[in-house]
């Protein structure tokens, strides 16, 4: 699908605080930046590329809590 939209349910202070969170991860830790910089090579927009780091962001945090290990930057 072209016309894909992000889901507004939830706590949008939780979703802005994220959001704050991916646009500092892709430009200072390695992993996120060359996550987000790889979107933007696919042609995606600033923001949607920063949504992108963001859920992925989401997915590293619970797999941090979940596991209960601390998170390791790898390359």
């Known amino acids: 699908s072209t016309s894909n939209k992000m889901s507004k349910r939830g706590s949008p202070y939780l979703r802005k605080a994220l959001f704050q969170a991916a646009f500092i991860a892709s430009y200072y830790d390695p992993v996120f ?3 987000y910089q790889q979107k933007r090579a ?3 927009h600033h923001k949607v ?3 992108a780091v963001a859920r992925k962001l989401c997915h590293t945090i619970h797999a941090v809590l979940k ?3 601390p998170y390791e930057i790898r390359q």
Request: charged share 15%; no cysteine.
């Open 67 to 69: 596991n209960n290990t």
């Open 49 to 51: 590329a920063v949504g």
């Open 33 to 35: 930046s060359t996550y």
């Open 42 to 44: 696919e042609g995606k």
